[in-house]
T-cell receptor
Framework: SAVISQKPSRDICQRGTSLTIQCQVD?????MFWYRQQPGQSLTLIAT?????????ESGFVIDKFPISRPNLTFSTLTVSNMSPEDSSIYLC????????????FGQGTRLTVV | EDQVTQSPEALRLQEGESSSLNCSYT??????LFWYRQDPGKGPEFLFT???AGEEKEKERLKATLTKKESFLHITAPKPEDSATYLC????????????FGQGTTLQVKP
């Protein structure tokens, strides 16, 4: 299993500013994902955080808006840049299913409100 | 394109009133179908993984089943503490590790 610590758990930010969310896993994992959950919606994949290379973004998400770092196999950050109220969401990091684990593990999420 | 549709969007039950949640999916090469529970303000909590048609898994008052096109989450004699949003997700062979989620079913169980 994997235990994921994510912080901050919540934040209220001014529009135009940026917020960096941190995700720490208690074991080395090859893949880490970042999801967004807009109010009343389900989870949408933002990107795959790749160790040692640039993140791979899903359609509709770009690096300038959501830069991601993955300095090692246990840690990743997601930055939400130049925020607007539309960025108000829950952001979650995740470790996918693998040969070792039959489930995807999620952090507790970061509830972001942009005012 | 992989797709997941859950129904109903919302469900209200009386305590003890059994029911089922539906998850219809389209995926190229199912690697796994996942059920999660999500409480407000928290991350998804894992319930079940199903891999092939005909498979069933149970946990307390919950039972998940899988066919080639859909999955059901049966809730037997629910209690108020079962109130939550239930999410269904699939992992396809063309998107290894990536989960495609449905919109979720928000369940409210009244005492």
């Amino acid at each position: 299993s994997a235990v994921i610590s994510q912080k901050p758990s919540r934040d209220i930010c001014q529009r135009g500013t940026s917020l960096t969310i941190q995700c720490q896993v208690d074991s080395q994992v090859t893949m880490m994902f970042w999801y967004r959950q807009q109010p009343g919606q389900s989870l949408t994949l933002i990107a795959t955080a790749n160790q040692g290379s640039e993140a791979t973004y899903e359609s509709g998400f770009v690096i300038d808006k959501f830069p991601i770092s993955r300095p090692n196999l246990t840690f990743s950050t997601l930055t939400v840049s130049n925020m607007s109220p539309e960025d108000s969401s829950i952001y979650l990091c995740s470790v996918p299913p693998s040969n070792m684990n039959t489930e995807a593990f999620f952090g507790q999420g970061t509830r972001l409100t942009v005012v | 394109e992989d797709q997941v549709t859950q129904s109903p969007e919302a469900l209200r039950l009386q305590e003890g009133e059994s029911s089922s949640l539906n998850c219809s999916y389209t995926v190229s090469g199912l690697r796994g179908l996942f059920w999660y529970r999500q409480d407000p303000g928290k991350g998804p909590e894992f319930l079940f993984t199903l891999y092939s048609a005909g498979e069933e898994k149970e946990k307390e008052r919950l039972k998940a089943t899988l066919t080639k096109k859909e999955s059901f989450l049966h809730i037997t004699a629910p209690k108020p503490e079962d109130s939550a949003t239930y999410l269904c997700a699939v992992e396809g062979s063309s998107n290894t590790g990536k989960l495609i989620f449905g919109q979720g079913t928000t369940l409210q169980v009244k005492p």
